[in-house]
């Protein structure tokens, strides 16, 4: 790459951009200062003590891990099959009814939380938590269509035939062969998923109730009123958590699974 | 694989998203047209409002600009990333993916701590000797589309690499070898056949820009409104339902309008370049 110096610079500039803001989070969460300062005056862990012994954020936190769990297992649940008849059957209208199951795409998140919020919270009068699932599972379900599906294109279905003429059900053929043979797949749809679910705002913006606030809704209702380090400590959580799903992707599957 | 088994598969997804997101969906939008008998007076009304469309041309706007600032600057980005050694290629493919993965709050706060009165770029400034008073670029229409642009450059990028990926590194050789300058080798030959990839990340960007509630919540508030701001201030602050519903109905409209040209746009100029092969 020697030879474009020009390129070189403005990848590198772009590369500064996106990683830089991120650096001087990471480094107020260590600032002695009561409100957030760059660069810092001294040196701390304490916020992270704050943040770790915070009720709300503990609370929120494995609020969103339940919800994000929840939602992506019934995606997978839900989505797999769905898949699977999408690229295997010659049914009619397919492209159609693809498009269907993708749709939560096409409808920004903030609609989808609010006629969730009228229609089930206000009108059925059904509980917040089931609502906040709800629409976290629409949301995520287009990731699992695509991302197995596009496994399931990959895959030679003469296997799964062949099995079946030597005599294995087809039921056990697609635990056993269908299954096995996508599971890069499922595992990178599981992690875009999740990671997708826990992230989300908009949708949860209207599903909230007593106790019943996600992390990153917590997180951003505290920087609306607060401006100390405590969130700094908290993004630096984050931050680490994805490095930490980043590398394990990497040593697995290759980072590229998850640009999808 | 028989039609019956097909139609069970599909079953229950369709179930559920028929009752928990079409149901939902019209019960909020069928009010906006309908009270009384047929009627558009709701999306009239919203039309004539200038305050109404001020924010609606402002997300427009914001979305737009973010969207071809992440063109010019994924572009070659993208291309310095298809030409890395593939070491470095996944380093950087790496750097550009965790921001991606990165809550939007934690992305928000990062501007928050730039931009602010208190923030980096002031008090630089200000130590400089450029301005004696912290500038406000916060809550501004700047700051939203800042932090727009950082939301959404990782999509661009990450959508661009896979397609330089297939641009042959001899045509530009050749190009070169023809007398082309660096710049204008790029200009004539690697954008061309790149414009695909960037109409599918400026779908994504568009409208992503156009939908995104947290980004503009933070760097924007109340005093930089955009329509995913403007419903839930509508639906919460205000209690007007039927006002979020008209405001939900053109996010949507205006997201299938971009969606259905872009692609168009994209599948007319792929028929195209397979014509000249």
Redesign the interface.
């Known amino acids: 790459?020697r030879?474009?110096r020009?390129?070189?610079l403005?990848?590198i500039l772009?590369?500064a951009?996106?990683?830089i803001?991120?650096v001087?989070?990471a480094v107020?969460a260590f600032g002695t200062e009561k409100?957030?300062?760059?660069p810092i005056k001294g040196f701390t862990l304490s916020w992270f003590g704050v943040a770790l012994s915070s009720r709300s954020f503990k609370n929120a936190f494995f609020l969103s891990f339940k919800v994000a769990l929840l939602a992506t297992l019934l995606a997978l649940l839900?989505?797999i099959?769905?898949a699977?008849?999408?690229s295997?059957?010659?049914?009619k209208g397919k492209k159609l009814?693809k498009n269907?199951?993708l749709?939560?795409t096409?409808?920004?998140?903030?609609?989808?939380g609010?006629?969730?919020f009228?229609?089930?919270i206000v009108?059925l009068k059904m509980p917040v938590f089931q609502g906040l699932l709800?629409g976290h599972?629409?949301v995520v379900?287009p990731y699992v269509i695509r991302v197995v599906g596009g496994a399931l294109e990959q895959f030679d279905f003469s296997i799964e035939e062949v099995s079946w003429s030597l005599g294995c059900s087809k039921p056990r053929a697609f635990f056993e062969v269908v299954l096995p043979n996508i599971s890069s797949g499922i595992i990178s749809s599981f992690l875009l998923a999740f990671?997708n679910s826990f992230?989300n705002?908009?949708v949860s913006?209207?599903l909230t109730g007593p106790g019943i606030v996600t992390l990153?809704n917590t997180?951003?209702s505290y920087?609306?009123y607060n401006y100390d380090p405590t969130?700094?400590a908290v993004?630096v959580m984050?931050?680490l958590t994805?490095?930490g799903?980043?590398f394990v992707v990497?040593k697995t599957l290759g980072?590229?699974a998850?640009?999808k | 694989?028989?039609?019956k088994?097909?139609?069970l598969?599909?079953l229950?997804?369709?179930v559920?998203?028929i009752f928990?997101?079409f149901?939902?969906?019209c019960?909020?939008l069928w009010p906006t047209i309908f009270e009384e008998g047929l009627s558009f007076s709701a999306y009239i009304d919203f039309f004539k409002d200038e305050y109404y469309v001020e924010i609606l041309v402002r997300t427009l706007r914001i979305a737009i600009i973010a969207t071809i600032v992440c063109a010019i600057?994924?572009v070659?980005?993208s291309?310095?990333?298809s030409?890395?050694s593939k070491k470095w290629k996944?380093i950087?493919?790496?750097?550009?993916?965790?921001?991606m993965?990165?809550?939007?709050?934690?992305?928000?706060?990062?501007?928050?701590?730039?931009l602010g009165k208190?923030g980096?770029i002031n008090?630089l400034l200000m130590a400089v000797g450029l301005i004696e008073e912290p500038l406000s670029m916060l809550y501004t229409e700047f700051s939203v589309l800042m932090g727009t642009i950082?939301l959404f450059?990782?999509i661009m990028?990450?959508t661009l690499?896979?397609v330089m990926d297939n641009i042959d590194n001899d045509l530009m050789e050749a190009a070169e070898s023809l007398g082309g300058s660096?710049?204008r080798s790029?200009i004539e030959v690697v954008l061309p056949l790149s414009v695909p990839g960037i109409i599918t990340g400026s779908v994504l960007v568009f409208?992503g820009a156009?939908?995104?509630?947290?980004t503009p919540?933070?760097l924007g508030g109340n005093k930089s409104l955009v329509l995913?701001t403007f419903?839930?201030q509508r639906?919460?602050t205000l209690n007007d339902?039927r006002g979020?519903g008209v405001i939900?109905f053109i996010?949507?409209v205006i997201?299938?309008v971009v969606?259905k040209v872009l692609n168009t746009l994209a599948a007319h100029l792929d028929r195209r370049g397979e014509n000249n092969a």
């Open positions: 790459m030879r474009y020009g390129l070189t403005f990848a772009v590369f951009f996106l990683i803001p991120l001087i989070i107020t409100t957030i300062a760059f839900i989505g099959p769905a699977y008849a999408l295997r059957s010659g049914i009814i269907f199951f749709s939560p096409i409808v920004p998140g903030i609609v989808v609010y006629s969730l009228l229609f089930i009108k709800l599972f629409l379900l990671i992230n705002i908009p913006m209207f990153p997180l951003m920087v609306e969130v700094s993004s984050l931050m994805t490095i799903i980043m990497e980072i590229s998850l640009a | 694989m028989k039609n088994s097909a139609v598969f599909l229950p997804g369709s559920l998203l928990f997101l149901i939902p969906l019960s909020v600057m994924g070659p980005t291309y310095f990333i030409r890395c996944g950087l493919i790496a750097v550009s993916m965790f921001p993965l990165t809550n939007s709050v934690v992305r928000s706060f990062a501007w928050i701590n730039i208190n980096i008090k950082y450059l990782p990028i990450m690499v896979g660096k710049l790029f409208t156009l939908t995104a509630y947290t919540q933070l995913a419903i839930y639906a919460m339902w979020a939900a996010m949507i997201t299938l969606m």
